[in-house]
Structures are given as C-alpha cells and as structure tokens.
C-alpha cells in the first residue's frame, strides 16, 4: 500500500466475443490502482463493460483479482496468481484447461 491508500491490483475479466467466428473467449488482465479487492473489481468491471460495448462483445461479469506484493511495477513483476487444486496429472491440466486446441496463440 502507498501514502495514498492506494495498492496495485491485477484483475482478470472474461469476454465472448460475440461477433466473430466460433465465438472464442478472451481472458484480459489489467492493471488497478485501488483500495482493495473490491474496489479494483469495481474499477475493472466498468472498463470491462465499456471495452465490451466498444467492440461489440459481451463481458460475462467475471472477475478475479490479485493485490501485487510489490513496490514498484517493472521487469518481471508478477500481476496475477491463481491457484486452482485438481487431482489431474500435468499434461492432462494443461490439456483441459490451457492447452485445448482452440487458443488462438503461437507455439
């Protein structure tokens, strides 16, 4: 937390993009000034709701957050975590939940 009251927050927001073939998914992580948790959600939810209309997808009012542990943003600073317990073994995982086949990425 700063002098101001204010931390950094990463908050991750899900959208469909509605538009476009197959209708594929977009998770998006930003950057918050903030209070808290709630108050970067807050803050990332109304950009999110605003990208969405501007470029005709839908936000499917879902939002994660994490509060930095850093000082300063810069090389390497870590903007979001999530921890998610599963009894799958890695290459399944990363298959079921990362790596399905219909990411729109580079190898």
């Not at 930003?30 to 959600?41: K, N, V």
């Not at 709701?49 to 300063?72: I, K, P, S, T, V």
């Not at 390497?76 to 890695?90: A, H, N, Q």
Request: proline letters at 2%; glycine letters at 12%; one cysteine or more.
């Amino acid at each position: 937390m700063t002098d101001e009251g204010l931390g950094w927050y990463g908050v991750r927001c899900v959208f469909r993009w509605i538009g476009y073939e197959n209708k594929p998914y977009e998770e998006r992580i930003t950057l918050w000034r903030a209070t808290s948790l709630t108050h970067a959600i807050e803050l990332a939810g109304r950009e999110a709701r605003g990208y969405a209309h501007d470029h005709g997808f839908e936000y499917l009012d879902f939002a994660q957050a994490y509060a930095l542990d850093a000082g300063e943003i810069g090389s390497g600073t870590e903007v979001f975590s999530l921890l998610r317990d599963s009894y799958l073994k890695p290459d399944s995982y990363l298959d079921s939940y990362f790596d399905t086949g219909g990411e729109h990425q580079t190898s």
